[in-house]
């Protein structure tokens, strides 16, 4: 157990950050735009990203060869916490709500894997 918090801390610090940030009181964060889309499409898609690349980093940590199937797994995992981030959002979290756009851009963040995987492997 502690070998895996060891190998995956910067993924779950980056899940518990995650957590804290989509959790905040919805009254007090700023409205603000950016181009076409809200900057919390933004944030979200940035989130979830970074979320599926800090597995795939972990795991691949000191490897030579790409694992394929633990990519995918690990998007897989930032769309399935995405999900369960708007869940929270919807029934516990105060003065925020569950938002579809807000889960089309977690899963297109963690998607954004494939290519950066792609071109980093």
């Known amino acids: 157990m502690l070998l895996f918090f060891k190998k995956y ?3 779950l610090l980056w ?3 995650s957590l804290v940030a989509c959790g905040i009181n919805g009254q007090s964060l700023p409205k603000l735009t950016f181009t076409l889309i809200g900057i919390d499409k933004l ?3 940035m989130l979830f990203g970074m979320q599926s690349f800090l597995l795939i ?3 691949q940590k000191g490897r030579a060869n790409l694992d394929w199937i633990h990519v995918h797994v690990a998007v897989a995992i930032g769309i ?3 999900v369960f ?3 929270l959002q919807y029934a516990v979290f105060i003065n ?3 938002d579809y756009a807000d889960m089309v851009a977690d899963a297109i963040g963690s998607l954004s894997c494939y290519i950066i ?3 980093l492997y």
């Open 15 to 17: 899940a518990l950050i």
């Open 80 to 82: 399935a916490y995405g």
């Open 117 to 119: 995987v792609k071109i």
């Open 57 to 59: 980093y972990a795991h």
């Open 96 to 98: 925020r709500s569950y």
């Open 9 to 11: 801390y910067l993924a």
């Open 85 to 87: 981030i708007e869940f």
């Open 43 to 45: 944030a979200h898609f």
